[in-house]
């Protein structure tokens, strides 16, 4: 009697336990299913945001290529513009820079003759080439002992008076047919910057100012110009 009660009770555990142990399964089951609709959610988010990031990609190198093309459009433009001013400007500087050397040529006889200077005559617009080397020179004084070469600029700057210098002292390489001649130097213009024609009568350059229908030498009255050669 004791027997079987305690068979049927252990036969009753056992089901029970079987009961409970399937149970379980059935809710790691279900609880499987719900990792799996998680994941898959997950991965379609992941997807989803994947896609925005490369059309947001695209939509970025969209914009830069079109920003790179602008601002090359830009460029040019700028570009287009700065060569534009450029050109009037030296269209300007050259139209005022004959009306200078046309003022300057007219008066410079008798600005250099006021300086103890006597001058025959004047040419403009000497340029060439001797041994490689190009030259121009805008006006040249002469007369049998000297002669005296004259740059002319709308602004005058040191630079150009450097380079003007050094063509100076090549003048008789130029010009060799003044080879026996005394050279002088003088810088017209209509406006210095720089402190340029005080640097130039430094360098023993006489300094002709143009302004309105005149010139007029601007260097002290006991001046005395620099030979080149």
Do not use: C
């Not at 008066?107 to 006597?118: N, P, S, T, Y």
């Not at 700057?157 to 002292?169: D, N, Q, S």
Request: aromatic share 10%; proline share 2%.
């Amino acid at each position: 009697m004791d027997t079987a009660l305690t068979f049927d009770k252990i036969w009753q555990l056992f089901q029970e336990t079987d009961r409970k142990f399937k149970e379980t399964d059935r809710k790691f089951q279900e609880t499987d299913l719900k990792f799996q609709e998680t994941d898959r959610k997950f991965q379609e988010s992941q997807r989803a945001w994947e896609r925005r990031l490369q059309e947001t990609d695209r939509e970025f190198q969209a914009s830069q290529r079109a920003l790179d093309l602008r601002f090359q459009e830009t460029d040019r433009m700028f570009r287009e513009t700065d060569k534009k001013m450029k050109a009037l400007q030296e269209l300007f500087e050259g139209q005022w820079g004959k009306l200078v050397e046309s003022l300057v040529e007219g008066d410079l006889v008798r600005l250099l003759g006021k300086r103890g200077i006597r001058i025959n005559d004047t040419s403009t617009r000497r340029k060439g080439s001797r041994n490689g080397e190009s030259y121009e020179f805008d006006i040249i004084a002469h007369n049998g002992e000297e002669i005296v070469i004259v740059e002319v600029k709308t602004t005058l700057r040191v630079g150009p008076v450097e380079k003007f210098i050094a063509h100076l002292h090549r003048a008789k390489h130029y010009l060799p047919e003044y080879s026996a001649h005394t050279v002088l130097g003088a810088v017209a213009y209509l406006r210095a910057e720089q402190a340029s024609d005080q640097y130039a009568q430094n360098q023993g350059l006489f300094v002709i100012r143009a302004t309105g229908d005149s010139a007029a030498i601007i260097n002290p009255t006991d001046f005395q110009p620099r030979k080149f050669g």
